[in-house]
């Protein structure tokens, strides 16, 4: 008894089992991973994190200035995301952080709001990961992944390559070693970035830059496993500290032995100093305009706050022009430092240093930036740039500041670069998951990345996404699971904790030559070539997104906005317009196109197929083709509609069908159709239209068609060689 109760029982306990286990995988996907797992593969999975690490550390630190963040903000990206993104995605190899396309979005989507680095542009880079991480986990809830679709390979690769280009040349100041202030289009800021390193290029810093790419680039023709980003950044560190890369000085303005220089610097102090104080004018302006404008009529408060308002922004644009043109000429100023007779420094303008008087061998700068210069502590460089002290220690945890002005500013932004990030992570996830074999699920691996920067946000971390140099890496390395991108958070914060001072003489031109070394894999001329190849406009879409993204730089949005605006118009246009072929036979007995093939076509009987969802946009498209044709063939006996390739149809389009079988049939022409599908022809029974047109005129398929009219329509006027019937070519 007991025995026949327990093995009845069993086949309940089994699937209630197998249920919990399928939900409790569903929210933790990570819990598959232990399935089997060893510790030779725990072994695996550490070294592999680890070396992901390795690359990973100096690139993050790279990304995040290309973002317009401090260095250390790239690392606070690294700490996170790459675990979150593992936990919950569906990928076991795919590594997460930040990404030099989608750094490159951030810093686009946010210098017009704040100055870069500033503490208002960090806390709106935050934000935006936050809203990038929502936008992707509810696209992920709601298994909408599909509507990435919206953004074609075409407009993708126009828009990558363009980017690559970007990124790159944005990097030439830092390995100049020169400064310049960002003009209102990319190409004019690398105008002035070449005319800066043409009047003065700071060789050292070069030389770092050259260095880190000729060991990048070495190390990698010689072993692809070696580190070679991590062996560039120690060797070019330990050089920095050695040789005294960066050395800066403290000086009053009065030892600065120039009039000229004065003058600039405290005129450019005077301006600097009146934009905060217009800017508040304004503010209290558009707050004046604001309460006038709840009233009724325009009054002439409103009227003379506007005119106030407009009044203050020209004066605040004539400003900040102003302030660039002194930025440039203090930038231009170089120095010779002398030692005076108590040993403190003088510096002397370079074409007028006094004679038999020996300098210390240093062309010195002064550093400008945005703010007023302090004319008793006034900072001047005699060296390169390096990336300066970073904070120990991991960054408090804690939800960014909810502003719905800014997300409601943000929210474009943040939709194109969900899209763009969640594109290059699923398409690396694709690509490893062909040569491993594992199952991928789209709208999970939204469901990880949308966790992945909603946590970092929370983490002071910018937006971040797949890497697909990185995810090589894991891969290459023999990740056996997402364990590894744990060991590689792991390693970033012990980083953070203990070594951190170590990277304070990493210099700026490195950092530059590791962004410029890994955009390289990002140009693919090729895929223009393909995308031609493919269709004509998928080869112009390309084109058109790479020329507007280069050209609105820094608005790149613009750059994709433009080429899904194409995509989604080429889209309407064919669905609107399918192709109406006319078929006649080919020498491999099938139907096909007769103009393509150049056939000759039935006097008596025309096959037309429709290529496309018969819908309310392009039916009376059918119906103005069938008219040219009976129009064109004066000798047409009958018309077979060739509905393979019709996969839906709507009222319209059943409606337009219905009025072709009258026009057709009034005109003494009999109709028919063949090789209708099922759903399609649910729609005909539904709306009575077989019994308008006969179940004796739809046929299965098109040879079935052929038979049952070609005898019929021919009769004695048979055609020596009919082309429905023989190979007839057009001589």
């Not at 997402?482 to 700026?508: D, E, R």
């Not at 996969?647 to 026009?663: K, M, Q």
Request: hydrophobic letters at 45%.
């Amino acid at each position: 008894m007991s025995l026949s109760k327990s093995a009845e029982e069993s086949p309940r306990v089994g699937p209630r089992g197998n249920l919990f286990q399928g939900l409790l995988t569903g929210v933790f996907p990570f819990l598959e991973w232990f399935k089997g797992y060893s510790l030779e593969n725990l072994r695996i999975d550490a070294v592999s994190g680890l070396t992901v690490a390795l690359v990973l550390i100096p690139q993050s630190m790279a990304y995040a200035q290309l973002a317009g963040l401090p260095p250390y903000y790239g690392l606070y990206a690294s700490f996170l995301p790459p675990m979150m993104a593992a936990l919950f995605g569906s990928s076991r190899q795919l590594a997460t952080g930040p990404v030099a396309v989608v750094s490159l979005m951030t810093s686009a989507s946010l210098e017009p709001l704040a100055t870069a680095g500033s503490e208002g542009y960090i806390a709106y880079a935050i934000m935006l990961a936050l809203m990038v991480g929502v936008f992707q986990f509810s696209l992920g809830i709601l298994r909408l992944g599909v509507v990435v679709n919206f953004l074609s390979h075409p407009v993708v690769n126009g828009f990558t390559n363009a980017a690559a280009i970007i990124i790159a040349s944005s990097q030439l100041s830092k390995m100049f070693g020169v400064h310049v202030d960002k003009a209102s289009h990319h190409y004019e800021t690398i105008i002035r970035v070449i005319e800066s390193a043409v009047h003065y290029t700071h060789w050292p810093t070069l030389f770092m830059g050259a260095l880190a790419f000729a060991v990048m680039y070495g190390l990698r023709w010689i072993s692809p496993k070696i580190p070679n980003v991590l062996v560039a950044v120690t060797v070019t560190t330990l050089i920095s500290w050695a040789t005294g890369f960066q050395h800066n000085a403290r000086v009053e303005l009065g030892a600065i032995q120039s009039p000229e220089a004065r003058q600039l610097i405290q005129s450019f102090n005077e301006t600097v100093r009146k934009i905060p104080e217009l800017s508040e004018q304004r503010s209290r302006a558009y707050s004046t305009l604001e309460e006038a404008g709840h009233g009724d009529r325009l009054g002439v408060e409103q009227l003379k706050a506007e005119h106030d308002a407009s009044i203050l922004t020209l004066e605040i644009k004539h400003l900040k022009e102003d302030a660039h043109r002194y930025r440039e000429r203090i930038r231009n100023l170089l120095f010779r430092g002398v030692e005076g007779p108590e040993g403190e420094m003088f510096f002397y303008p370079e074409e007028n240093l006094p004679g038999g008087v020996s300098h210390d061998g240093r062309v010195w700068r002064v550093r400008v930036g945005n703010q007023p210069l302090s004319e008793e502590s006034l900072t001047l460089t005699g060296g390169g740039d390096v990336v300066g002290a970073i904070p120990s220690g991991l960054p408090s945890l804690s939800v960014p500041r909810i502003d719905l002005g800014l997300i409601l500013h943000l929210f474009p932004f943040a939709a194109i670069i969900s899209l763009l990030g969640f594109m290059e992570a699923i398409s690396i996830a694709k690509a490893m998951a062909a040569k491993t074999g594992q199952r991928l699920d789209p709208n999970r691996e939204l469901i990880g990345q949308g966790l992945a920067n909603i946590c970092g946000a929370m983490g002071k971390s910018y937006p971040t996404s797949g890497s697909f140099s990185r995810s090589a890496v894991n891969l290459q390395a023999g990740a056996v699971s997402g364990l590894s991108s744990v060991f590689t958070s792991l390693a970033v914060v012990i980083v953070l904790i203990f070594f951190t001072p170590l990277l304070y003489h990493l210099p700026q031109s490195v950092l530059a030559a590791v962004i410029m070394m890994a955009v390289i894999g990002l140009i693919n001329v090729s895929g223009f070539v393909h995308a031609w190849k493919a269709q004509w406009y998928d080869g112009a879409i390309a084109i058109i997104s790479f020329v507007a993204t280069l050209g609105f730089a820094p608005h790149l949005d613009r750059g994709i906005m433009i080429g899904v605006v194409l995509s989604l118009g080429v889209f309407v246009y064919k669905s609107m317009r399918p192709k109406v072929a006319s078929l006649a036979r080919f020498e491999d007995m099938s139907f096909r196109c007769a103009s393509t093939h150049r056939l000759q076509e039935c006097r008596f009987v025309a096959l037309v197929r429709f290529e496309g969802s018969l819908f309310f946009a392009n039916a009376s498209y059918l119906e103005d083709k069938i008219n040219e044709l009976m129009r064109r063939k004066r000798e047409l006996k009958h018309i077979v509609i060739v509905a393979n390739g019709i996969n839906d149809i709507d009222a319209s389009g059943e409606e337009v069908l219905s009025l072709i079988v009258d026009t057709v049939r009034s005109a003494g022409i009999d109709i028919s159709m063949s090789g209708v599908n099922e759903s399609v022809m649910r729609v005909l029974e539904r709306t009575h239209f077989t019994e308008k047109i006969g179940r004796d005129h739809l046929h299965p398929t098109m040879e079935k068609a052929v038979d049952a009219v070609h005898e019929q329509t021919h009769g004695t006027d048979a055609e020596e060689f009919c082309p429905l019937v023989n190979v007839c070519r057009i001589a």
